[in-house]
C-alpha cells in the first residue's frame, strides 16, 4: 500500500506539472485530430517525451524530442506508447462511438461512459488489471463500512484504470493527463466517466466513478452497492431523507451471515433493526426514518 501511495502522489504531482495551457495542448500532450503529420507537430513542443492524441482516428503517438546540436535542428523520435496506457484511452473513446461491448446493466445506477467490470480473481486475465491483494478476500459490506478503504481502494482503482503503473515515472505521469484530456473530450460526446463495477468473490458488487473533474481517485458510488441476492447494501443514503425512501421493502437474504452483515451496516448509520431468527428483513419508512424488521 506505501508503494501505492508513493505512485499516487507522484501522479498527483503530474497533475499540476501537466496542466492544460490551451484548448488542444496540454504540456507534452498535444491534440491534433486527423492529424497528418504528428511528427511536424511533436517538433513544435519543445524537448521531451511528446504524445499527439488523435481522437478522430482513435490513436496516440509518440516522440522523444531532442534538439540535435551536431545538425542543428530538432529531432522527433517515435517511442511506443505502453499497452496499458493505449486501452485507458480506446476505452474512453469507444465507450463514446458505440464500439464498446461492455454491459452497461450491472448495476441499476452505472451511469453513462465506459464500463469496467473487475472480479478479485480476474477470470481468465479478462482485462489485464491487477487488483490489490489486500482487497481480494473483501466484499460490499466492508467497503461500505471502512471510510478509509474506500479511498484507498479508489485511489488504487485509478491509477489502474488510467494505466499509471508503468516503470516509467514520465509515463505515469502522462496516463493521468491522457485520462482527463480524453475524459473532457468525452463529456462532450455524453461520456465523460469510466464505471467501475466490482463483483466481490461472494457474488457482492461495488460501483466506483472517475471522472475528469479528479483522475486521481475513484468515487464510490453511494447507494449502488448490492449484496450476493441483489438487495442493496446500507450506507449513508439509508440516512439520507432524499434517498431513505428507496430502502423501504422486503429483503431475502441467500447467503450465511449477510443478513447480520446488511443489520449492522443499517445501524451503522442509525437505522434501528428489531432483530429475530429468519433470513428476512422487512423495512418501512415513516418520512423521516427507515425502521426495519427481522422475522
Known amino acids: 500500500m506505501k508503494a501505492t501511495t508513493a505512485r499516487l502522489q507522484a501522479a498527483i504531482f503530474a497533475l499540476f506539472f501537466f496542466s492544460f495551457a490551451g484548448e488542444s495542448e496540454a504540456g507534452g500532450l498535444i491534440e491534433c485530430n486527423n492529424c497528418v503529420s504528428p511528427k511536424s507537430v511533436a517538433l513544435?513542443?519543445?524537448s521531451g517525451l511528446t504524445v499527439i492524441?488523435?481522437?478522430e482516428k482513435a490513436q496516440l503517438t509518440a516522440f522523444d524530442v531532442?534538439?540535435?546540436r551536431e545538425m542543428r535542428k530538432w529531432r522527433a523520435l517515435p517511442t511506443p506508447v505502453p499497452s496499458q496506457i493505449q486501452?485507458?484511452?480506446?476505452?474512453?473513446v469507444e465507450s463514446v462511438s458505440g464500439v464498446s461491448d461492455q454491459p452497461s446493466h450491472a448495476l441499476p445506477n452505472a451511469g453513462g461512459g465506459a464500463m469496467v467490470p473487475l472480479h478479485p480473481?480476474?477470470?481468465?486475465?479478462?482485462n489485464r488489471m491487477r487488483f490489490p491483494e489486500s482487497y481480494?478476500?473483501?466484499?460490499?459490506?466492508?467497503?461500505?463500512?471502512s471510510a478509509t478503504m474506500r479511498t484507498r481502494l479508489g485511489q488504487y482503482l485509478a491509477l489502474e484504470i488510467a494505466g499509471a503503473n508503468t516503470s516509467n515515472p514520465a509515463w505515469n505521469s502522462f496516463a493521468l493527463s491522457i485520462q482527463q484530456f480524453s475524459l473532457n473530450w468525452a463529456s462532450i460526446k455524453g461520456g465523460g466517466s469510466v464505471n467501475i463495477v466490482i463483483t466481490w468473490r461472494d457474488g457482492s458488487k461495488t460501483l466506483y466513478r472517475i471522472t475528469p473533474d479528479n483522475v486521481a481517485e475513484a468515487k464510490y458510488q453511494k447507494g449502488e452497492s448490492r449484496d450476493g441476492t441483489g438487495n442493496k447494501v446500507p450506507d449513508e443514503t439509508i440516512a439520507d431523507p432524499v434517498t431513505a425512501l428507496s430502502y423501504a421493502g422486503q429483503y431475502y437474504f441467500r447467503h450465511d451471515g449477510d443478513v447480520d452483515k446488511w443489520a449492522r451496516s443499517a445501524q451503522?448509520?442509525?437505522?434501528?433493526?428489531?432483530r429475530g431468527s429468519s433470513s428476512r428483513i422487512s423495512c418501512s419508512w415513516d418520512g423521516r426514518t427507515v425502521y426495519c424488521q427481522q422475522y
Open 121 to 126: 480473481d480476474n477470470p481468465g486475465n479478462s
Open 136 to 145: 481480494k478476500s473483501s466484499d460490499a459490506f466492508e467497503i461500505v463500512s
Open 53 to 55: 492524441i488523435d481522437f
Open 87 to 92: 486501452m485507458a484511452f480506446l476505452r474512453i
Open 268 to 274: 451503522m448509520y442509525g437505522v434501528p433493526v428489531q
Open 44 to 46: 513544435q513542443s519543445g
Open 66 to 68: 531532442e534538439y540535435d
